[in-house]
């Protein structure tokens, strides 16, 4: 018990350090969306190699594929970002909710629902299965569960073999802090010697 309150603390204790670095530094938040942009492309762009090469697609069936592929998962990410807005309303609201906003939320949530479920069989994957067929199909939904899986186990491993993401960004900003002011330092000394003569 005594270990959990212990780590618990420290756990308060570098999450209060690191949100009073961020807030302190508007540079750094910047930098830090840019490095997660960078990851999301970088994922992207894993993927788009790994399902074209899972499907084996010829160019022109990826020119007709890919925006066909975007479309849909854009669909889906749009339902998952209402049903994630929806849960985190629903927990804002949570101790003060009455059974009339319960059942609202009930029913929000079930539209949403049904709107994922239709869009598991929407019309772009008759599209899709139109420009690769009804075997291909099944395999692009293996690939995407692959990849997904891969990415994970990918992410776990790191998150365990080092501190974190953030921690690392910190450090690296820091030490190139130190650098520039090293360098200035280094300037006003040549400019004093300068000055001196």
Request: with cysteine; net charge positive.
């Amino acid at each position: 018990m005594k270990t959990y309150f212990f780590k618990s603390v420290i756990f308060f204790c570098f999450l209060s350090s690191v949100s009073f670095m961020f807030s302190q530094n508007p540079k750094l938040i910047k930098q830090v969306e840019r490095d997660v942009k960078e990851i999301h492309e970088k994922i992207k762009t894993l993927h788009v190699a790994h399902i074209t090469a899972e499907l084996e697609l010829t160019e022109s069936e990826a020119q007709e594929f890919w925006p066909v592929y975007n479309k849909m998962r854009e669909e889906d990410r749009q339902i998952d970002h209402e049903k994630r807005d929806l849960m985190r309303e629903i927990d804002r609201n949570y101790s003060s909710m009455t059974n009339a906003q319960a059942k609202s939320y009930l029913e929000k949530y079930k539209a949403l629902e049904r709107r994922e479920a239709a869009a598991e069989f929407s019309e772009y994957h008759e599209r899709i299965i139109d420009i690769v067929g009804i075997k291909r199909f099944f395999k692009l939904k293996k690939a995407d569960y692959d990849f997904r899986r891969k990415m994970l186990r990918k992410f776990k491993s790191k998150r365990d073999k080092r501190t974190g993401f953030i921690n690392d960004r910190i450090q690296e900003h820091k030490l190139e802090a130190q650098k520039r002011r090293d360098l200035l330092m280094e300037k006003r000394d040549s400019l004093k010697v300068v000055r001196e003569s």
